[in-house]
């Protein structure tokens, strides 16, 4: 058949409606099997495939979600946790017949653009900082939008567990035996710096969210250990990698008897291989098996059904949000009580 092969030629060949075509390939539940199976029979033999960005046009939607890193690109793949968030996005893709589209931010003036001209139907967002202009974009988009830790913002679902309450809990735990407590912390603002310092004024307007609410947390447990929290050293990472926590461990300086308050496992472990077995009890935090196996205390945040979570509600914003329960977890008798949130 010469020229482009359209839905009517293949109606006319299968001996049904050019509507009942366009619901084989679209809407296959309102076909008859036998039907739809003839149809797919004949514009195979015609080589017809539907033109599925004109649809897209049509319909006004792309079937596409995207995920908003707030990272470099290749963070998706080199951290565990961020994996694990991804999947739980990626389940929801496949049980949904949706693509996934990773849009990352890097801090630069094309971010907007970047977020802002994605061809996606919703937005998912890998935790972020107050004053990015990302979330502005977002929000001003149309398109709904769930982010994993925060900020909250008006129209933008959050997903995550009670970090504050979760940071006292895991603290409480690593500073009953005594000890001097330290923290390696992720980074405070988007300049990403590192820095070493007494954490006093923190975590004051820290703008990551995440990073605020571990700070307050750690304060709470530290305070109510009858300790100065202003005095208390900090190690301020610029990314959450093994590598910046022995960096940490190497900057303040750790002898026996710390405690070390890390806001992750991979820092966690970064401290643990540092310190080459000299006595400290060490907090993280997603209670992974190497940490665990370290003997590390850490925190269980499961960041698979969060991606399932943010990418629902980022799908139906009607949807309730769930809970978040975390507990405590790991240390040398792997029996430390559960703390639930």
């Avoid at 075509?21 to 539940?29: C, I, K, L, T």
């Avoid at 967002?125 to 398109?143: E, K, N």
């Avoid at 202003?230 to 405690?259: D, F, H, K, S, Y």
């Avoid at 914003?317 to 430390?336: C, H, R």
Wanted: proline share 7%.
């Amino acid at each position: 058949m010469p020229g482009r092969v359209t839905v009517k030629d293949v109606a006319a060949q299968a001996g049904v409606s050019a509507m009942t075509v366009s619901y084989a390939f679209n809407r296959p539940g309102r076909v008859a099997e036998d039907t739809r199976r003839r149809v797919l029979e004949v514009a195979d033999r015609l080589g017809y495939r539907p033109d599925r960005t004109a649809r897209a046009l049509r319909s006004g939607r792309s079937g596409q979600l995207g995920v908003v890193l707030g990272e470099h690109l290749s963070y998706a793949f080199d951290d565990p946790q961020a994996a694990q968030f991804l999947a739980g996005v990626a389940d929801v893709c496949v049980e949904d017949g949706l693509g996934m589209v990773l849009i990352p931010t890097v801090g630069d003036s094309g971010d907007v653009d970047r977020v802002r001209d994605a061809a996606v139907d919703a937005y998912v967002l890998w935790t972020t900082t107050d004053d990015d202009p990302v979330l502005a974009a977002v929000g001003a988009s149309g398109r709904p939008a769930a982010v994993q830790g925060g900020p909250a913002r008006p129209g933008i679902a959050r997903v995550g567990p009670d970090d504050r309450a979760a940071a006292a809990a895991v603290a409480a735990a690593a500073l009953a035996g005594g000890g001097t407590p330290v923290v390696v912390s992720f980074p405070l603002d988007r300049s990403r710096a590192a820095v070493v310092g007494p954490a006093a004024g923190l975590p004051g307007r820290v703008p990551f969210p995440v990073t605020r609410e571990r700070l307050a947390g750690y304060r709470d447990a530290v305070t109510a250990a009858g300790r100065d929290w202003a005095t208390v050293p900090v190690a301020v990472v610029e990314r959450n990698e093994r590598a910046q926590g022995a960096w940490a461990a190497r900057a303040l300086g750790l002898g026996a008897g710390a405690v070390v308050l890390a806001m992750s496992d991979e820092l966690a472990l970064g401290v643990h291989a540092e310190l080459g077995g000299r006595p400290a009890r060490i907090t993280g935090w997603d209670a992974s098996a190497p940490a665990l196996a370290a003997g590390i205390v850490s925190v269980t945040n499961p960041l698979r059904a969060q991606g399932r979570a943010c990418a629902r509600a980022a799908l139906d914003p009607s949807a309730p949000i769930p809970e978040v329960v975390w507990e405590v977890a790991g240390g040398p008798s792997q029996g430390i009580s559960p703390s639930r949130s």
